[in-house]
C-alpha cells in the first residue's frame, strides 16, 4: 500500500541563533507526534481526572502511550441532567489534562436525539431549536482554545424517523427536515469558532447518506469532514467493504474521519439484531482465538485506511474491554492487561510509521530529510529545538 502521502521529502537547512549555519554536524530528529490522528474514546479520563481512581491512572497510561486524539462525551442528557447546570468543569478539566499531554480533542455530539435531555420535552418546537442553538454556542465558544473540533450533529439519516421513544431533537428535526437542521445547527458551531473542525457523523454509510451529504453540501453548509461510524459487533467489514465505502464517500472531496470503530475479540453478535443496544449479555468474554482475529482485523483496516489520501483520523470506540454493551472491544482487558491488539497498533504507530533519523549537515547547513508528517525535535551539538513537519517545502530551522 502506497504511503508516501503520509511522508515528507524535503531540504532543510539549520541555523544558529546568530543565523550562522550549523555545519557539518551530526542532526537528529525524532518523532514525537503524527499529523494523523490515531485516536480513541477517552472516557476514562474522566474519573482519572476528577477523581484521581488509581486504577485508571495505569489504564490512562497505558492510552497515551499509543493515541494522540481523544473523544470526549458531550451528550446532552449526561453533560446537562438538569436545565442550567451544565458539567462544564467537569469536561473542562479532563479536555485541559489531555491538551498538556499534547492530544487533540473532539467533543462528541453537539446534537443528537438519543441521550438527549429530557427536560427539553416541556417546550415547544421553537423553543426547543432555540436551546439547542445556545448550547451550541456555550459549549463551541466556551471550550474554544481547548476543544476545537466537534461531532456538530450525530446519526441524522435516522433521526427523523427514529421511534424507539420520544425525544425533543427528533421533533424538530421531523418538522425542520434533514438538511434544515443541520445547516443550523453547523452554521451556529461554525459562526462560535470559524476554525472549528466541524464533522457530521452517522453509522448508515448507505447512499441515504451520501444523499443527505450532497444536499448539505449544495445548501452551503460549511461541513469539515465526513464522519464515519464502523461499529463491527457483527464481524469484519473486511477489506473489500472498506475500499467500497471510501470510494463512495471519496466523491465528495472531503477529509473523512473513522470516528467510531469496533472490532471484538469474543463471540459475533448474531447477524438478526438490527440496533446494537438491544443485544443485552451479562458476559461477553475475550478469547485468545478471538484476541487473535481481533488484532489481525484491526491491522488490515488501519494499514487500508492510512493508505488513503484522504483519511485524517481513525478513532476506536472502546479502549478497555467491557465498556459499551458489555462487549470484549477494547485494546486492553477488563484488568488492563495488553491484547494482542494493543501490542501490534503500538508498534505500527511508534516504530513502523515514526521517524527517527540521524544526518549530517553540509558546509551550508543543509540536509534533505523524509519522515512521517507530524511534530520533531531537532538535536545538534547539545541544542535541542521542536518544529511541525508537515510537507515537502523548503524550510529553515533555528537551533
Not at 541563533?17 to 557539518?24: E, I, L, M, R, T
Not at 436551546?131 to 439519516?157: A, P
Not at 475475550?286 to 481481533?294: A, D, V
Not at 482485523?297 to 485524517?312: A, G, K
Request: charged share 25%; hydrophobic share 35%; aromatic share 12%.
Amino acid at each position: 500500500m502506497d504511503i508516501s502521502h503520509r511522508q515528507f521529502n524535503k531540504n532543510i537547512r539549520l541555523k544558529d541563533k546568530a543565523g550562522n549555519p550549523v555545519a557539518d554536524q551530526e542532526i537528529r530528529l525524532v518523532q514525537t507526534n503524527h499529523s494523523f490522528l490515531f485516536g480513541c474514546g477517552a472516557f476514562d479520563f474522566i474519573p482519572y481526572v476528577m477523581k484521581g481512581e488509581e486504577e485508571y491512572k495505569d489504564l490512562t497510561d497505558k492510552w497515551l502511550d499509543v493515541f494522540n486524539f481523544g473523544t470526549l462525551p458531550f451528550y446532552w442528557g449526561n453533560f446537562e441532567p438538569k436545565e442550567g447546570e451544565p458539567q462544564t468543569d467537569v469536561l473542562m478539566k479532563t479536555a485541559g489534562f489531555l491538551k498538556e499531554k499534547n492530544v487533540t480533542i473532539k467533543g462528541h455530539p453537539l446534537c443528537w436525539h438519543t441521550v438527549c435531555a429530557d427536560w427539553l420535552m416541556k417546550y415547544d418546537n421553537g423553543t426547543i431549536l432555540k436551546k439547542q442553538l445556545e448550547r451550541i454556542d456555550r459549549e463551541v465558544t466556551g471550550f474554544k482554545g481547548v476543544i476545537d473540533m466537534w461531532d456538530v450533529i450525530n446519526e441524522v439519516v435516522i433521526m427523523p424517523i427514529f421511534d424507539k421513544y420520544d425525544n425533543a431533537i427528533t421533533r424538530i428535526c421531523k418538522e425542520k427536515g434533514r438538511v434544515a437542521l443541520i445547516k443550523e445547527v453547523f452554521e451556529k458551531a461554525h459562526e462560535c469558532n470559524p476554525e472549528a473542525t466541524l464533522l457530521l457523523n452517522d453509522f448508515n454509510t448507505s447512499i441515504n447518506y451520501e444523499i443527505l451529504i450532497d444536499g448539505c453540501l449544495n445548501a452551503g453548509v460549511p461541513i469539515s469532514a465526513i464522519g464515519i461510524q464502523s461499529h463491527q459487533h457483527q464481524g469484519y467489514w473486511g477489506k473489500e467493504k472498506l475500499e467500497e465505502v471510501l470510494e463512495r464517500f471519496s466523491f465528495f472531496g472531503l477529509p473523512i474521519h473513522f470516528t467510531e470503530n469496533t472490532l471484538i475479540s469474543g463471540d459475533i453478535m448474531p447477524a438478526h439484531i438490527v440496533d446494537l443496544n438491544d443485544w443485552q449479555v451479562d458476559e461477553w468474554p475475550s478469547t485468545p482465538e478471538g484476541e487473535e482475529r481481533q488484532a489481525k482485523e484491526i491491522e488490515e483496516m488501519y494499514r487500508t485506511l492510512f493508505s488513503h489520501p484522504l483519511v485524517e483520523a481513525i478513532t476506536t470506540w472502546d479502549f478497555r474491554d467491557g465498556a459499551w454493551l458489555n462487549a470484549p472491544s477494547g485494546f486492553v482487558r477488563k484488568d488492563n492487561s495488553l491484547k494482542p491488539s494493543y501490542l501490534m497498533l503500538r508498534d505500527l504507530i511508534k516504530k513502523e510509521w515514526h521517524t527517527d533519523i540521524t544526518v549530517k549537515t553540509d558546509s551550508e547547513g543543509r540536509i534533505r530529510v523524509q519522515g512521517f508528517k507530524g511534530e520533531y525535535s531537532i538535536t545538534a551539538n547539545g541544542q535541542k529545538t521542536f518544529a511541525d513537519l508537515t510537507d515537502n517545502e523548503d524550510q529553515t530551522i533555528v537551533i
